[in-house]
């Protein structure tokens, strides 16, 4: 029997990720040891420490990434210069949403259910609403955040598919822990669950496909397969579609969309944050990789499927948000739309296309942390106040939120000195360089439509009296003034002065087999 | 070691009918507890396609822990949440079942005639290389080499699993809830209380049978000593009759 070679471990390059493992570690071990008064600061400033702990070895590694020395654990992680921009664009669009989490001033106790096994509506569900809520999302918070770094950078889709249980399992979780309309939430976490599993084992039966075509799971060894195999492409196109499916369930892509409106409106709203910034992000890098190392051999093939796809998101975002009462839910089908959009730059299929990706992700990811913010702002006595009808005239009652919130609705229209525009206006250029012309003229009819219901908020906002049931705006304490803050800055900068992100991710626009 | 050996081939025309049989019979069955066993054959049958193609291990960890022991402490819970718990078969979505079912068997058609065709005349290769210095120690191999990152981050996964089960599931008890030993023996020896063991079913009576309830001291029926899920059943004359201790 031959030596066993174990692999060599770059524990710097894997840094980032370990450091959000053990804190998660550290987190659940909190949960057991330490008094619930002091709970809630002790685990915030534990993972806010950590995720700054983690984005401090992203960015002394930006310097020192070889051909050589990107892959590392046996070639399971591939830390390139795109791994490197993806982790820190989701570290610090985690850490924004994190802030979310802790806030504790808009409601007694925060976001979160003290006890989620206690039934809904009995005395027992009662008593609990004066108590602290649930701290325990702060480590499945980590977890999950640790995953999407692993997911981004993992460079055989074995690995990939095990980061992807890792990222998702506690989302799930903490979907079913909002404090109020608790069943809403349930539900929508079991739909969530149901939904998730089913994609991965789609995203499964693929990965095996694919061995059967290529003889290996890791990018490489696809990436040669497709090139030169003399297998009939057959394994190769159903191993593709497969794992396809399961990457698009995540970035919610029509037609495997249905999961998001309902999960969007159940899950708590700094939950909702998280998921629509940090694991979009997440999936779509992921879905950059496979598409850009693993299959670029069979970019025939795909950009037709995936086009219509993407057509298809944009429609169905943009069609279906129009129709929609609740912000929230107007907020989910925007965020299919933009996954939509997302993809038109994915397609274009060059280094363009890449680098507006990037930036893309990090623009919206911002903008939709900073209206999922506000939206938990606007509150009466039964917690968040998400119809529309009840934001007619909320211009007159506090015109500074109203204000920010119609910048950031401007900023998903699109709408220059925003970042929208100039992110719309990189995937645009991107796939139009990229011969997808007929993708950008369905973005941008797509983009006037989806700009009436964006609209129709301003327009309530300020042009209608507010009347009775008119929510005030509470106060809202440090941390969700800071993500205000914070996104809001951001989408304006971004939309200024793009310059030197747009730098940042050109440069990160390289992949190494 | 190329190509199906007869022993192969007997084995997969076997088991294949029996494992798609319990696939169905997993989906179709209306009561949890069917459903399980019926998923059972599949995972035996999984288990044993797998020993035969070669994966002893994987085979036999698909037997003993899937089956063995995932399976059964499913059918545990399934026994603690009540047994008689079954599905409603009211459709909520109109029409719903039958284009899921002929999607369904669209797409399980569309892979499997794709599947089919492109491993026609595909020559089996790297099985023996694979399997050279032992099956497990090939696994092994792998897992400590190249896996070992996602090897090690599935603790992530149980560590997420186990607290998620308690989030969702456990319910702190108050200060004040907390019930001491002796408040409960207590409770227990209270008058109107029994704090003996119930009867089981059956003691005093003619028939072993679990559903024939045990005999009170006047020779009526103790209808607590039969389980509440079990089907009332019509007990014969005999089984009526009270059993003869003495005299024999």
Redesign the interface.
Known sequence: ??E????DIDYAA?LPMLIL?GA??VG?LI?GFVPRSVRNMVQLVLSLAAMVAALVFVIRRAGEVTAENAAT?????MIDNMGLFMEGALLVLGLVSLLLFGERTLERGGAFVP????TVGSE?DREQAVDSG?T?VY??AL?SL??ML?FVTAN?L??MF??L??FS??L??MC??ARRKRLLSQESALKYFLLGAYASAFFLFGVA?IY?FA?GV?FRAIHEAVRGSE??P??L??GLALVAIGLLFKIAAAPFHVWTPDVYQGAPTPVTAFMAACTKAAAFGALLRVLYVGFDGAKWHFTPVLGAVAVLTMLVGAVLAVTQTDLKRLLAYSSVANAGYLMVGLLGGNKDGLSSTLFYLVAYGFTVIAAFALVSLVRDADGEATHLSRWAGLGRRSPLFAGIFTFLLLAFAGIPLTSGFMAKFGVFGAAIAGDQTWLVIFGVLTSIVLAFPYLRVVVMMWLSEPGETTPSVSIPGVLTSAVLGIGTVATLLLGVLPGPLLELADQASSFIR | MSGVETGEAVAFFLLAPLSVIGALGMVMARNAVHSALWLVLTMLSLGVFYIVQAGPFIGMVQIIVYTGAIMMLFLFVLMLVGRDASDSVIETLRGQRVVAIVLGVGLAGLLGLGTYRATQGLAVTGLDEANKAGNVQGLARLIFTNYVFAFEVTSALLITAAVGAMILAHVERRRGERVGQAAKMRERFLPGNYPGPKAGPGVYATSTSVATPAKLPDGSPAPRSISPILPTRELTAAEKANKHTEGR
């Open positions: 029997m031959p066993l070679k174990l692999p894997l493992f998660a570690c659940v949960e654990i046996g070639g399971a992680i006890h989620a096994a206690v027992r649930a325990e480590p499945l977890f640790g995953g692993m055989d074995l690995t095990v980061a249980e890792v399992l506690p799930y979780l079913a822990l496909m059967g003889k890791d297998t009939s057959t394994l196109l159903i």
